[in-house]
């Protein structure tokens, strides 16, 4: 790919042509079809129009089952965007060239991965191969007159409404916004599979990952004043903080009634405990972490979904 002239810098993924609008975009209308949410004009522009556009439903298998979807996202894109691919992009230039996105509305810093919490079990969505977009000239943020990005990979468009949630973590190449001292954690057992009993390790585990994002938050805001993360103010950056208290409440009351799961009011608390954990991390998710770090504290987030899940499927 072309991606330097001596009269601009057109941005990643460029390459040499000047773009023609609509050479091979849809047509700017609505496309419908009985019980399909409608694919609007404005988004149906973004599909080449010689090859079909299909509605699918993405089938999620079981309540821990998922259907593997990738976004790349940055400011000012969010992760809760609408267009998806099977496969992650390995390169810059194949993020933007291929998926046709303009620098200007997406850093790409991040990568989400599609998942499923067992609330939903069917995605009606659009896939259709992507059209081509004008490229941006770096230099004068304007879109340039010799370069395009060329498009072509196969996407999916999912309606906002009906995104399930999703896990991040950085690009395959951006660097880790991690707060410094945060690892994953790794939990001394397996979650429980479903059908089976939660037991006292498997609370314990769960714990352990509260407890691990509970210190994370604690420690973010300032951590992300240090390395000048997006969060400048500071009553933004204390939202990380408020929520380390009631983390650590949780956790502490799911190894507390973990030390008596013969009890059926323990473990019925025990259990709450877990479900509440699923709200609460959508909040997380939703509210705050994509305002801040990402990365590390939302693969944290990610880990405690899955368990929380995996509890609430076990046997009773």
């Known amino acids: 790919m072309s991606r330097k002239a001596d009269d601009e810098i057109p941005q990643p993924g460029a390459v040499a042509g000047s773009y023609e609008a609509n050479k091979n975009s849809r047509a700017y209308r609505d496309v419908t079809q009985s019980g399909w949410p409608d694919l609007p004009a ?82 009606k969505a659009w896939r259709g191969v992507t059209a081509v977009q004008p490229a941006i000239d770096m230099a004068t943020k304007a879109p340039s007159p010799n370069y395009h990005l060329p498009g072509g990979v196969i996407q999916t468009f999912i309606p906002y409404n009906t ?57 973010a805001s300032g951590a992300l004043a240090n390395a000048g993360a997006r969060i400048a103010d500071a009553s933004a950056r204390a939202k990380f903080a408020e929520q380390a208290a009631p983390l650590e409440r949780i956790a502490a009351g799911l190894r507390a009634n973990a030390s008596n799961l013969t009890s059926t009011g323990a473990r019925a608390q025990a259990r709450l405990l877990a479900q509440s954990l699923i709200p609460l991390a959508r909040y997380l998710d939703g509210t705050i972490i994509r305002s801040g770090p990402g990365g590390a504290i939302d693969g944290a987030v990610a880990d405690i979904v899955k368990w929380a899940c995996a509890i609430d499927a076990a046997a009773p």
């Not at 949630?165 to 880790?176: C, H, K, L, Q």
């Not at 990952?209 to 420690?219: C, N, P, Q, R």
């Open 163 to 219: 995104l399930p949630y999703v896990v991040n973590t950085p690009s395959a190449w951006a660097p880790s916004d991690a707060p410094p001292g945060l690892a994953r954690l790794a939990p001394k057992v397996a979650p429980p599979a479903p059908g089976t009993a939660a037991h006292k390790t498997h609370y314990e585990a769960l714990a352990d990952l509260v407890d691990h994002l509970a210190a994370a938050l604690g420690g």
């Open 42 to 123: 404005s988004q149906a522009v973004n599909f080449v129009k010689d090859t079909p556009l299909e509605p699918v439903t993405l089938v999620v298998a079981g309540r821990m089952g998922s259907q593997e979807l990738y976004r790349n996202w940055g400011d000012p894109a969010w992760d809760l965007g609408s267009y998806w691919t099977d496969k992650p992009f390995e390169t810059e230039d194949d993020f933007y060239g291929l998926a046709a996105v303009e620098k200007t509305w997406n850093s790409g810093q991040y990568l989400a991965l599609l998942k499923n919490t067992g609330l939903l079990t069917e995605i």
